[in-house]
């Protein structure tokens, strides 16, 4: 696939260095500039990161907690958490199809709203991403140490958690460094493992649940703590739903993007939100609201050992490495793209936006990604950190409606994308205040560490970059 590129003009009336058009058949130039990325991700590679992404947390960290807050109802709160995902899905796919680039909301956010919120946003989810890389990286080693054990292996007084996660997260940094093309391989073999295990799982428990074998049990109200349990529930467990932005993050990458990038986005949405559904109907029905609250973080693993034993155990403690491998190699490959992106428009030095002219690459921004990551792991203490890539992830996809409507407002000559999307008024409003009310049930600390990240990358425009604009980059 090839890029052209044309002069052209943002919303203020500009002129850019490049306007991007869309990718035709051919092959793809890397330039010495670091000006294009080699479109090799397809349209099951963009469903395999959105979902690769999102599938972690949602069944192995969230039914035991969820289901202690909503009862059986937490597979209501996860519902509602898709339904909101969706709304911002449709209009960041509307967007990633009229600017097919690597970025994703901080290239829709700067091109519609202006350099300043395009700035904090770009710089933010750089941020953020490398929070949540790192919490999926400690996750690994955590699983990957139970896996371990219960497989009978002993350990000494080594840190083996932050050993395993360090380890494993240089091999990924340096299998992305080699190549977009190995690290999409790796996620879609991944991923098609973790739901052949997901499913053979819901399966075996959905007819158990259904009554089909398996001991009867009398079934729980739907709603033991009341329907405003099920909506606050939601506002936990949406952090589940934050995967499929990573797609429209490497837009540069994606083959055919004006039909590729909302079938990867909103299909990813919809497959997590059934797993999602499905695993806290089977948790319920298991075990009871008051068993799986007890169980804490690794309720999922005690549902799989009562349908299989150890053995269901270890299928289970699988799936759950498999699904942080994905997450972070997911995470390392969108946050590459961030840095690449916002340095291409001068917010972090140029040198970031280079691309290897054998692997085809940014491995710079790549090393600007794994790097940190890698540092924060050496930590290990990163959770409320990850919560904190949630907060800056919501104020991105509030920004991204607000992007559209003003898209649609003034429609710039440039501006032709591939998909639109229907009432889009009213489907940008609710996805936007539905992405900021969230914010507002989050806990105070992570409000307050994410409004402190936002306000140092509004400085760091101000300082280093409050001239981009004069220099006909945006």
Known sequence: MSTETREGTNRDGESPEQVALPATEGETTVTEEGSELERSIGLVGGIAIGVGTMIGAGIFVFPGLAAGRAGPAAA????????????????????ATAMPESGGGYYFVSRALGALPGAVVGLSIW??????????????????????????????GAPV????????????????????????????????LLLTILVLFLGYGGLDALGVFGAERTPERFMPFG????????????????????????????????????????????IVAVLY??????????????????????????????????????????????????????????????????????????????????YGTPHV?????????????????????AEVASFLHLVMYGLICVALLAMRRDEPEWYDPEFRVPAHRLVAGLGATASFGLIAFMQRESQVVGGAIMLATAGWYKYYAADVQLKGVL
Request: net charge negative; no cysteine.
């Open 227 to 270: 329907p405003l349990s099920m909506v606050t529930t939601a506002a936990l467990v949406f952090t589940s739903y934050l995967g499929f932005a990573q797609v429209a993050t490497v837009a540069g990458d994606i083959e055919n993007p004006g039909r590729n990038l909302p079938l990867a986005m909103i299909g990813s949405v919809a």
């Open 365 to 385: 921004a790549l090393s600007m990604a794994g790097g940190p990551v890698l540092a924060l792991v050496a930590l290990g203490e990163v959770e409320v950190l």
């Open 127 to 156: 941020l953020g991403l490398v929070f949540a890389t790192a919490f999926y990286l400690v996750s690994f080693g955590s699983y990957a140490a139970a896996l371990l054990t219960e497989a009978g292996v002993a350990f000494g």
């Open 76 to 95: 209501g709160s996860f519902a509602i958490g898709a339904v909101i995902a969706l709304l911002v899905a449709l209009p960041a796919s509307e967007l």
């Open 277 to 358: 559904v499905a695993t806290i109907f089977v948790a319920t029905s298991a075990f009871g609201s008051d068993s799986l609250s007890a169980f804490g973080e690794t309720a999922i693993v005690e549902v799989a050992r009562a349908f299989g034993g150890g053995v269901g155990a270890l299928a289970i403690l699988l799936g759950g490495l498999l699904a942080t491998v994905s997450s972070a190699n997911a995470s390392i490959l969108s946050t590459s793209r961030a840095v690449f992106a916002v340095s291409k428009d001068a917010l972090l030095p140029r040198t970031a936006s280079r691309v290897n002219l054998r």
């Open 161 to 192: 958690v932050e050993v395993l996660a360090l380890g494993f997260g240089g091999l990924l940094t340096a299998l992305n460094l080699l190549g977009t093309e190995n690290a999409t391989t790796l996620q879609n073999y991944v991923v098609g």
